[in-house]
């Protein structure tokens, strides 16, 4: 089992910034992809950013060039998140995703609130 446990969440007004962090029971380089989604109640969650295994990143139409991710020696995501708006309002989920045959693999963090005021 991975476990993977998000923080740095909580209030910021508009235009702040917020780190978000994801650490790992293990080696985040054995997945495929990692990075961070994000849901807002009644919604669909949906990709805020991610980096592959090859060091390529996607990132939201809405977050690029105020979102960056990240990653440390192996053990650790993160997100830092600047220019922040009320509509990026929501919990962020960190992810690890691996191939095994046909199928993705996916593992979740418990999530973080992050409220943007304004």
């Known amino acids: 089992q991975v476990q993977l446990v998000e923080s740095g969440g909580g209030l910021v007004q508009a235009g702040g910034s917020l780190r978000l962090s994801c650490a790992a029971s293990?080696?985040?380089?054995?997945?495929?992809?990692v990075g961070w989604y994000r849901q807002i109640p009644g919604k669909q969650r949906e990709l805020v950013a991610v980096?592959?295994?090859?060091?390529?990143t996607n990132y939201a139409d809405s977050v690029k060039g105020r979102f960056t991710i990240s990653r440390d020696s192996g053990k650790k995501i993160y997100l830092q998140m600047n220019s922040l708006r009320p509509d990026d309002t929501a919990v962020y989920y960190c992810?690890?995703?691996?191939?095994?045959?046909?199928?993705?693999?996916?593992?979740w963090g418990q999530g973080t609130q992050v409220t943007v005021s304004s």
């Open positions: 992810s690890c995703s691996r191939w095994i045959g046909p199928r993705l693999d996916d593992y």
């Open positions: 980096v592959s295994s090859g060091g390529t």
């Open positions: 293990g080696s985040i380089f054995v997945f495929d992809v």
